[in-house]
């Protein structure tokens, strides 16, 4: 079992930048395949992007293709998302997720372990 923890949200006006991290606490952390979600005022839970165990593999959603980016260091048990060019309708908590598998899997259901999240504010 691995805990998460979710850091890096904040206030940020349209067109700026944030980079969260989700540190993993009590398990393997490398065996886990590891994704991004996003929740919005009054919306459900969307996927973001997911990275591989192996960090090989990437999947974003289309809406955030070429401005995010999702990355892993297994020697410090985290996962990050850089956030380029945030426009106001993501304005959400962002959650990250472990999948006990080698997959980059993009639904909510596959994933195991959810971090608390963190509030990602952006201004207009």
């Known amino acids: 079992q691995v805990q998460l923890v979710e850091f890096g949200g904040g206030l940020v006006q349209a067109g700026g930048s944030l980079r969260l991290s989700c540190t993993g606490s009590g398990g393997s952390f490398g065996m886990y395949s590891m994704g991004w979600f996003r929740q919005g005022p009054g919306k459900d839970r969307e996927f973001v992007a997911a990275l591989s165990r192996s960090g090989s593999v990437t999947k974003y959603a289309d809406s955030v293709k070429g401005r995010f980016t999702i990355s892993r260091d297994n020697v410090k048990n985290t996962v990050y998302l850089q956030m380029n060019s945030l426009k106001p309708e993501e304005t959400a908590v962002y959650y990250c997720?472990?999948?006990?598998?080698?997959?980059?899997?993009?639904?909510?259901?596959?994933?195991?372990?959810w971090g608390q999240g963190t509030q990602v504010t952006v201004s207009s």
């Open positions: 997720a472990a999948d006990y598998s080698i997959i980059a899997r993009t639904t909510i259901i596959d994933y195991e372990y």
